[in-house]
């Protein structure tokens, strides 16, 4: 790429950010929002730590539930799956991997092994489970995936050849890289906070584009009407097979960043309790918007944050999130980004009939509707002209 090609387009970029609350200006504050964090108290660096797995492991979920309307109770079992990879790899293969590239780098080359194997693990696990349970619909689905999820949790307990460790889980311990008088701990919080933020900020970027290309508008129409789908001959469940699969390789990178960030990968990442975390983000964030799971993780995280630091209402914490489950099913209907996004409209009058409809990269095809609902009024005014030219003649 020329010179002249990058100054054009950080000139458009430029332009696009002045221009007013446009997607550019949004990303470079969010950009900016992520470098200050990094700064904060070291608490705060971890809890938000916390949420960008968090908002990572929700928004795989909704690839196939908002994306193609297959509610999973077992993706537990593939966050689980991306954070034992990583454990075993830096348990067994540790020692192993410093002879062969040296003590001083080998805890960042053992990490970025362990990543991988994680993902390979989740996808292998994917592959037969997702076969098996796209085959199933609605209320049959969500059970057969939360009997796998709950088949992984008792599986990991008996310890199967000594490799889970059983209920006591696998420690992680990240190690720290020395490179010419140079030390780096990659499990401190803010070395770490760095990795997980350009992980979940390219893996956000890479379900953005599948869920806007060709692929995630044949889930989309799958999600909307399977029938017709196949109809236009959508091979249906080979489409859904190839979603769960993304989703749960989605979900396995957020299990490995898990892993680091506890310390430890262990049973209850697989037990049903933890699916239900990634939800209730996406409920209350809302399914039918792309950042929805994103809200709803940072609400969902914030708000038991800050019940927390009252003890009197510590005990009692499911209580109040109950109530607002209730209320965002009563009267937010499309989560806390349909919420806010009405809201919006509101105040300030109509917004971007695209921004409001799909939320930047959202479910929503309001504007289809509109489309087809203007070509039948266009039609019908055709067959009346009609009929007053044959009544004249």
Known sequence: MSATDTGGRVSRFGSAVAEGWTRERLGLLGAVALVLVAFAPPFQVYLFTDFLVVALFALGFNLLYG???????????????????????????????????????????????????????????????????????????????????????????????GLTNGTDGVIVLLGTVDLGGFSLRIGGRRIYYAISAVTVVAAVYGVWRVVNSPFGTVCKAIRESPDRAAALGIDVSHHRWMTFIVSAAVVGIAGVLRAGLASVASPGLTHWSTSAIAVIATVIGGATYFYGPIVGAFIFLYIRWAISRFPALEAYWELFFGALLIAVVLFFKQGAVGGLLLLRDRLFGDGDADDAGSGGGGARDDGGQATAATDDGAESGDDNARADRGDNS
């Open 67 to 161: 994306y193609t309307g297959l509610l999973s109770f077992g993706h537990g079992l593939f966050y689980a799956g991306g954070a034992y990879g990583i454990a075993i790899v830096l348990r067994d293969l540790g020692p192993v991997i410093a002879d062969v590239v040296g003590a001083g780098i080998s805890p960042l080359v053992t990490f970025a092994l362990g990543g991988v194997v994680g993902l390979a693990l989740v996808v292998a696990l994917a592959v037969p489970v997702g076969w098996l349970s796209v085959r199933l619909e609605e209320i049959y689905f969500a059970l057969i995936t939360l009997a796998f999820g709950m088949l992984g949790y008792s599986l990991i307990i008996q310890d199967p050849a």
